[in-house]
């Protein structure tokens, strides 16, 4: 680095952390011994007069004044509870409830509307929107885990927000809002952090914002950051034997009976470390008193090494992985722009932003090769996993994947509105996206023989291979109409249409030596039973091979595979599988406003996600599924206490609904409807040096008519499948939904007074969530085989955050404890493979002990 970089970094080496006063509720005049905000934007400028301005209904308005049920985490909270990350946050959101496999790997839920299993590349669209400040960052696979820095506030809407936000945002909404550059405003802060964690190792980081005015009508704002945290989960040891019974066909070589392996070489304490750096760039150039243009740039880069859950059947904290180059890489880069202006009396606003995110990984996936060869030996007497090399001779069977996703999304929106101090006024837009996944996902075996491995591609046991591309048009508007100054009727709509596609392959290979006629002669070579892969690619005929053997091809798909097994041949050409459609979505609300500091409303709204293609090849097309809220809520001021909450009823119908079917391939139908019922709640009180904040919600969420193993079976699901096979109920009516717990709050207490030339503060947090099921399905075979019986329950937990710091003049200092009591609370539970019964356990970061410096200038 440069003198000067060093020197401003020296200037600005520690950290501002807490300042007094939260962002749900504030005194309306600040202390005059109180620390001053290490940043002064519009935001948290109007907390100090104890209002919160949230844009959730794309205007900017007072909190309590939108008839939406919202919880706001602002800046001064933000910082407060230091929060830089996707779990920090969510523990303070009730209402919120997620998947996860590790960080950039999650799948979020709200009020209880989830089927477990989501997150698949090529699977269901999310039903929680993710928004980075006006540009929708939704995407498949993965929530992006922002980095949190320099943040106004995080806004988190319940319910269908489909009027005014779209397909992705069917059971709500979560928008980081970023500070923007400020005109005539020279500041900054740096932030420093050193942790240690439990059971693990050290972490920390480093933090900085400056916003410089570039002229009287242009100003720029940067962010950098870099963090790394610490691992906890120890790769410990293990060892296999396979053994191969049954290899007794003729095209085979014989071959020893067993295959030893450990993983000795590959044993390490504390593995699961996590580094992230990025920054954001931001310029406000007003082009006149009208007209302003916000130009944004920002880029994130994670990368993991080693994996984020713990082995069930070890001991706490303990994994057991094959490979001692496990990593996952995911990074993103947006750009963005932001216009606002006026035409009249009417504000104009255009949003559009274009964002990559490439990602790439190495696992291990010992457990589905363990899985597959216990099973394949039990029922057929041969060994699934017997794998060879050229020269015939055993080879270790163990597979392990690499590859990635490269997403690419561009989105427009073009709206118009009203001035707000009409008594009727309207907000109407348009919007465009267009999202694609180049998807890759390699299966390897080592040394694995050509006439094993994908056609053309040696070692490669199976092969995904595909191009998925989603495109969405929608018009929108809503009108609102003070009937009397008391009274607001509030309607909006939003007509929508979605276009989305998926061509490629996915699949073994298949053994052109090999004559299926053999099949129930000998056991067939690796691969020639498999559900999808070469044996089933597409001729020119529209036919798949397997059925067409005498014909050719089709040729075109995604380069870099042997043939396309997930396309459709129309009139001779080879077209992508498509789903499309269209339709209506509405919001209806009614306000009622007594007094300035009281406020009723009633919500009847619609949010829908789109239907979609199954890359298992004979699995037939999703359809789209919709959810109405019918919602009672209330926003209430009595002096320094805020209390808002909601009641709600909702229906799901056809709820779409993911697992793992034959060959451990996602698999995505309509299952029946469901309701959910439920209550969400938060209170804040603020007076002289004390805030509380507490938030609360209770869901009863569970299913309403039988959920059939056949897509279209009936209500009893007593009738054949499309091979002729009995059907049988996979989920009974009345089960709860997974993932979501029936009830889960949060509190924080904070406590700040002058002391010598600055303040001191002292604070504590709890949250706490209920257990829930891990998984929907209660018999996946038809025998009674339920997979909560070895996954179990999601355990409930309570952790016990605890801070205590000291703020003087542009310094700060804070130390903290997060999960006081090591608390050992469990994210995720799930398996890897359709047959897998090793569990693995998400768990929440152990307690971790750190250090927070700061200053500004």
């Known amino acids: 680095m440069t003198d000067r970089t060093i020197r401003a970094l020296t200037l600005s080496l520690l950290a501002t952390t807490a300042l007094a006063e939260p962002a749900f509720a504030q005194d309306t005049t600040t202390p005059p011994t109180e620390a001053a905000p290490a940043t002064t934007t519009a935001a948290p400028a109007d907390e100090d007069n104890n209002v919160i301005i949230v844009t959730a209904t794309k205007r900017e308005e007072n909190l309590q004044d939108v008839p939406v049920s919202i919880q706001a985490i602002g800046t001064r909270r933000l910082d407060q509870l230091n929060i830089s990350n996707f779990e920090d946050f969510t523990k303070q959101l009730p209402s919120v409830s997620f998947q996860t496999a590790q960080p950039g790997f999650t799948t979020v839920y709200m009020r209880g509307v989830a089927s477990g299993g989501d997150g698949?590349?090529?699977?269901?669209?999310?039903?929680?929107?993710?928004?980075?400040?006006?540009?929708?960052?939704?995407?498949?696979g993965g929530t992006l885990d922002v980095h949190i820095y320099d943040v106004a506030r995080i806004e988190s809407l319940a319910?269908?927000?489909?009027?005014?936000?779209?397909?992705?945002?069917?059971?709500?909404?979560?928008?980081?809002?970023?500070?923007?550059?400020?005109?005539?405003?020279?500041?900054?802060?740096?932030?420093?952090?050193?942790?240690?964690?439990?059971?693990?190792?050290?972490?920390?980081?480093?933090?900085?914002?400056?916003?410089?005015?570039?002229?009287?009508?242009?100003?720029f704002r940067g962010v950098a950051f870099y963090q790394r945290d610490a691992g906890y989960i120890d790769n410990v040891f293990g060892s296999r034997t396979y053994t191969y019974t049954g290899v007794n066909h003729p095209?085979?070589?014989?071959?020893?009976?067993?295959?030893?392996?450990?993983?000795?070489?590959?044993?390490?304490?504390?593995?699961?470390?996590?580094?992230?750096?990025?920054g954001r760039a931001a310029l406000k150039i007003d082009l006149d008193d009208n007209w302003t243009v916000t130009p944004t740039i920002m880029h994130q880069n994670m990368k993991a090494h080693g994996v984020f859950y713990m082995d069930a059947a070890q001991d706490d904290l303990e994994v057991v992985r094959f490979r001692d180059d496990e990593i996952s890489k995911d990074k993103f880069t947006q750009a963005a722009l932001t216009i606002e202006g006026k035409i009249g009396n009417f504000d104009i606003t255009y949003a559009g932003a274009y964002m990559t995110r490439p990602t790439y990984g190495v696992t291990d996936y010992t457990d589905y090769t363990d899985a597959y060869d216990a099973a394949y030996e039990g029922l057929l007497d041969y060994a699934y996993s017997a794998f060879f090399d050229n020269d015939g001779n055993v080879i270790d069977p163990r597979q392990y994947i690499t590859g990635g996703n490269h997403f690419k999304k561009l989105s427009q929106e073009l709206r118009i509105a009203s001035p707000t101090e009409n008594r009727f006024r309207v907000?109407?837009?348009?919007?465009?996206q267009r999202q694609s996944n180049n998807i890759l996902q390699e299966y390897r075996v080592d040394g694995l023989a050509d006439e094993l491995s994908v056609n053309g591609y040696p070692t490669l046991l199976w092969l995904t291979k595909?191009?998925?591309?989603?495109?969405?048009?929608a018009v929108f508007g809503e009108a609102s109409f003070d009937l009397t100054p008391q009274i607001t009727l509030t309607a909006g709509g939003r007509f929508y249409k979605f276009d989305n596609t998926l061509i490629g392959f996915a699949g073994f290979g298949k053994n052109p030596a090999f004559d299926e006629d053999q099949l129930g002669i000998y056991p067939p070579p690796n691969a020639v039973w498999g559900s999808s892969g070469v044996r089933r690619c597409l001729t020119v005929n529209g036919l798949q091979w397997r059925d067409d053997e005498d014909s050719a091809l089709i040729e075109g798909g995604v380069s870099g595979t042997p043939c396309t097994n997930v396309g459709n041949v129309v009139d001779g050409k080879l077209v992508p599988r498509r789903s499309k459609d269209n339709g209506f979505i509405h919001r209806l609300n009614a306000q009622y406003k007594p007094t300035d500091d009281l406020m009723f409303y009633a919500t009847w709204s619609r949010g829908f996600r789109p239907g979609g293609i199954n890359r298992q090849p004979n699995s037939p097309a999703y359809d789209p599924d919709f959810l109405t809220n019918y919602e009672l809520g209330w926003k209430t001021t009595f002096g320094p206490i805020r209390w808002n909450g909601a009641i709600y009823h909702q229906k799901w119908k056809e709820f779409q609904f993911?697992?793992?079917?034959?060959?451990?391939?996602?698999?995505?139908?309509?299952?029946?409807?469901?309701?959910?019922?439920?209550i969400e709640t938060d209170i804040s009180y603020a007076s002289g040096g004390l805030s509380i904040n507490a938030a609360a919600?209770?869901?009863?969420?569970?299913?309403?008519?039988?959920?059939?193993?056949?897509?279209?079976?009936?209500?009893?699901?007593?009738?054949?499948?499309?091979?002729?096979?009995?059907?049988?109920?996979?989920?009974?009516?009345?089960?709860?939904?997974?993932?979501?717990?029936?009830?889960?709050?949060?509190?924080?207490?904070?406590?700040?007074?002058?002391?010598?030339?600055?303040?001191?503060?002292v604070q504590a947090g709890l949250s706490y969530q209920g257990s829930a099921a891990a998984d929907l399905r209660q018999d996946v075979d038809g025998d009674g085989t339920n997979p909560n019986d070895f996954l179990g329950r999601i355990k409930s937990s309570t952790i016990v955050d605890l801070f205590a710091g000291y703020d003087w003049r542009k310094y700060n200092v804070q130390l903290f404890v997060t999960n006081l009591f090591d608390e050992r609370n469990e994210l995720s539970r799930f398996v890897v493979c359709s047959i897998c019964t090793q569990t693995k356990i998400v768990p929440g970061r152990p307690r971790t002990i750190g250090l927070r410096l700061g200053a500004k200038f």
């Open 120 to 140: 698949n590349h090529s699977g269901s669209f999310p039903s929680v929107g993710f928004y980075l400040d006006e540009q929708p960052v939704t995407t498949i």
């Open 159 to 219: 319910g269908p927000q489909g009027t005014l936000y779209g397909a992705s945002s069917q059971a709500g909404t979560i928008r980081i809002i970023t500070n923007k550059p400020e005109i005539g405003v020279l500041t900054g802060r740096v932030d420093a952090e050193i942790n240690k964690v439990a059971h693990g190792g050290w972490g920390g980081s480093l933090e900085g914002m400056i916003n410089v005015p570039i002229s009287d009508r242009i100003a």
């Open 251 to 278: 095209e085979w070589p014989s071959a020893p009976r067993t295959f030893d392996v450990d993983n000795e070489f590959a044993l390490e304490n504390n593995f699961n470390d996590l580094r992230t750096y990025g």
């Open 427 to 432: 907000i109407a837009g348009a919007f465009f």
């Open 466 to 473: 595909q191009k998925r591309v989603d495109k969405d048009y």
């Open 658 to 678: 993911s697992f793992l079917g034959e060959n451990s391939l996602t698999v995505i139908q309509n299952g029946r409807d469901a309701r959910v019922n439920g």
């Open 697 to 761: 919600a209770y869901t009863d969420a569970k299913t309403k008519g039988n959920i059939c193993n056949f897509a279209l079976g009936n209500s009893n699901c007593d009738g054949l499948d499309d091979g002729g096979d009995p059907d049988f109920v996979v989920t009974p009516s009345g089960t709860r939904l997974p993932v979501t717990p029936k009830f889960k709050a949060s509190t924080t207490a904070r406590y700040s007074w002058p002391m010598a030339t600055g303040r001191a503060h």
